[in-house]
């Protein structure tokens, strides 16, 4: 499944290393193949510790494989790209912004004029359900909040690839799922190439058009399932449905391997 | 088993009572806090009286209360208390702001920039563990009895703590929002301004606190050590007649002119800092 036609991101051969403080290398992925289509939302699920973050930071280019070729559409990645977005697990808004500053950060970094700025992070606030919080700062907001906040951070630059590090595991199971309906229509609006890691299986086949298992450190693609659910998809009811549950079913006994191999190894 | 009722009708505590409990213990720390004070001071003067306690040596509350007003009405041996205390916050509030900068901006530098902090770093820290004090002899000689031996010495006692806090603050800016930066496309200088500068001001503002009171330090030694003029002078001067009244009623002034300067900085802080939770507060 070499690139033929032509894909968003592509990960070929690629290996990541670390020295560890006491002199040994730790290798966090090896051999490491996933492409995803333009406007493909890919998930990617593993045991935790497997190098999933790691993925991610070689395709926003905040750090270099020590081996294999890293590409945004079909070119190698070179430091960060400026059509990459990237959501984080733990809280990176601003803390010392409000929410307008926090949102309109991204173009003032990329030169926008300010006034055409303030437009255009007034519009995102309100399409991310955060009217009246302009002048808020991140403390006063929950944590539902404020994950509103990086989505329309992020989705204001206009991201061509969207990489999203496990953004929801942080909130409660309600939250997580209004969340998740919030980005499945926004990435619908904006469709970009998403890869979306996550510890939660179920999390990954209600959004994904694929999910890759990735195998215990140092992380492998082990096998990667297509989920042919239709779209708009209901997150609320969706997880009820017999086709959801027969793919859960299948995805999970591969991800379950992993997992124990990784409990045995450790 | 026998199952026994449970009370359903626990007192609740009524949130008045609370309150009032409350104002009363803060009521009750007021009363021992000025008890404490009262007997402290009363003690002192009544040690003095009783022939307890050497006056030569040790002063006396009344002594000292009436030499501040003999030089607040009469001014004092060397010149009117006003130009002294004057003097004093001259040198140590230019000391403190060019110390402050200069910490501030060495380091920030240092913070950012791996091989220049790697490089400087073994020379800051031994300047570091130099008893910084000494260094007030030199300036006396290279700058003159004037003001502006006392100014050097007061940057240099602030320089260290502010720059020490600067470069640490710059280190410890959180790792995810320096990464969300860069992908929202922050170039350096953006990142220094929009993220670095923001979190390691707590810390620098910390350090300033602190180091106001070394730039008190700072002037105060180094008119011990030679000056026409300031509260240094005005001490050594008291100490020169033996007068312990005297360099204690100094060191009351000295003591109200940095609580007003700790007061006005921390007006400072929670302007800058409003973004910050509301802490629970304390006193």
């Known amino acids: 499944m070499d690139a033929i036609s032509p894909s968003a991101i592509a990960l070929h051969n690629v290996a990541r290393r670390f020295v560890t403080p006491d002199g040994n290398v730790l290798s966090a992925l090896e051999d490491f193949d996933l492409t995803i289509a333009p406007g493909e939302f890919c998930a990617v699920v593993g045991p935790t510790g497997c190098g999933k973050s790691t993925t991610l930071g070689l395709i926003a280019g905040l750090a270099k494989p020590q081996a294999g070729r890293v590409t945004l559409f079909d070119a190698p990645v070179d430091g960060v790209d400026r059509r990459v977005g990237f959501v984080f697990q733990q809280d990176a808004v601003f803390p010392w912004r409000d929410v307008l500053g926090n949102v309109m ?23 991310v ?41 942080a909130l409660d199971v309600q939250t997580r799922e209004l969340m998740q309906e919030e980005l499945l229509q926004l990435w619908a609006q904006a469709k970009s190439a998403v890869l979306f890691v996550t510890h939660d299986l179920d999390e990954a086949i209600l959004l994904a058009d694929r999910v890759a298992v990735l195998t215990t450190r140092p992380a492998r693609v082990k096998s990667v399932h297509a989920i042919d659910l239709p779209r708009p998809r209901d997150v609320a009811t969706l997880r009820y449905d017999e086709r959801f549950i027969a793919i859960a079913r299948k995805i999970s006994d591969d991800l379950r391997e992993e997992v124990l191999r990784a409990r045995a190894g450790h | 088993m026998t199952e026994t009722a449970i009370p359903t009708t626990a007192p609740e505590p009524k949130l008045e009572t609370l309150v009032e409990r409350m104002r009363r213990r803060a009521r ?81 530098a240092l913070g950012r920039n791996q091989l220049l902090s790697d490089v400087f770093s073994i020379y800051i820290k031994v300047a570091n563990s130099i008893p910084r004090v000494v260094l007030g002899s030199i300036f006396i000689v290279a700058l003159g009895l004037g003001a502006a031996s006392k100014i050097a010495l007061a940057v240099v006692m602030v ?12 280190r410890e800016a959180d790792k995810n929002l320096i990464a969300n930066a860069r992908i929202l496309g922050a170039s350096d200088w953006q990142m220094t301004r929009a993220v670095v500068i923001p979190s390691a001001l707590s810390w620098i503002l910390a350090s300033l606190h602190v ?6 330090v700072g002037a105060i030694v180094g008119e011990f050590l030679g000056a026409r003029e300031g509260m240094g002078l005005l001490i050594a001067t008291a100490q020169g007649s033996f007068d312990s009244n005297g360099v204690f009623a100094a060191m009351i002034v000295i003591a109200v002119v940095a609580l007003i300067a700790e007061w006005i900085l921390t007006m400072i802080e929670n302007r800058l800092l409003t973004w910050r939770p509301e802490t629970t507060v304390h006193e």
Not at chain 1, 105 to 127: M, N, S, T
Not at chain 2, 81 to 103: C, D, H, N, R, S
Not at chain 2, 165 to 170: H, K, L, P
């Open chain 1, 105 to 127: 950060a991204g173009p003032l970094f990329r030169g926008v004029p300010r006034q055409k700025a303030e437009a255009e992070a007034r519009d995102w606030i309100v399409r």
């Open chain 2, 159 to 170: 320089f260290f703590v502010v720059f020490a806090n600067a470069f640490q603050g710059v």
């Open chain 2, 28 to 108: 009750l720390v007021l009363a021992l806090r000025l008890a404490v004070l009262v007997f402290l001071i009363g003690g002192w003067e009544l040690g003095v009286r009783a022939g307890l306690i050497d006056p030569f040596f040790f002063g006396q509350p009344s002594g000292i209360v009436e030499k501040l007003i003999d030089w607040f009405s009469n001014g004092t041996s060397i010149g009117p208390l006003w130009k002294q205390i004057w003097v004093t916050i001259y040198e140590a509030g230019a000391g403190f702001l060019i110390g402050a900068v200069m910490g501030i901006l060495c380091g920030i």
């Open chain 2, 211 to 216: 180091s106001f009171g070394f730039a008190l």
């Open chain 1, 129 to 169: 359900g955060l009217k009246g919080f302009e002048d808020h700062h991140p403390h006063q907001l929950s944590g539902g909040m404020r994950k509103r906040v990086a989505l329309a951070q992020t989705f204001i630059n206009n991201p061509q690839v969207l990489l999203m590090d496990e953004p929801f595991s």
